[in-house]
Nanobody
Framework: VQLQASGGGLVQAGGSLRLSCAAS????????MGWYRQAPGKERELVAAISSGGNTYYVDFVKGRFTISRDNAKNTVYLQMNSLKPEDTAVYRCAAEARYWGQGTQVTVSS
């Protein structure tokens, strides 16, 4: 499967961005999808995940601010990011089953 992420950009603290990750292939709906991020000098970390059945998982530092969702008809997973903080600045990548990876999209939050 091939993944294409988009939607990153520069935003002020408190602002919002919506990331999209479009997938190729017919089996998208069966994949557990995740959004990960990596800030300079830090390890990659999971931000949010959504199962094939729609169950969601969030790491504590994004709970209440980020929402992951999927549209299987469009083979797309989204990450709605609200109340952004400068510490959210990172390259965000989507992954299917933590096995197939898309390219990153840069998110920069200014203070």
């Amino acid at each position: 499967v091939q993944l294409q992420a988009s939607g990153g950009g520069l935003v002020q603290a408190g602002g919002s961005l919506r990331l999209s990750c479009a997938a190729s292939g017919r089996t998208f709906s069966s994949y557990r999808m995740g959004w990960y991020r990596q800030a300079p000098g830090k390890e990659r970390e999971l931000v949010a995940a959504i199962s094939s059945g729609g169950n969601t998982y969030y790491v504590d530092f994004v709970k209440g601010r980020f929402t992951i969702s999927r549209d299987n008809a469009k083979n797309t997973v989204y990450l709605q990011m609200n109340s952004l903080k400068p510490e959210d600045t990172a390259v965000y990548r989507c992954a299917a089953e933590a096995r197939y990876w898309g390219q990153g999209t840069q998110v920069t939050v200014s203070s």
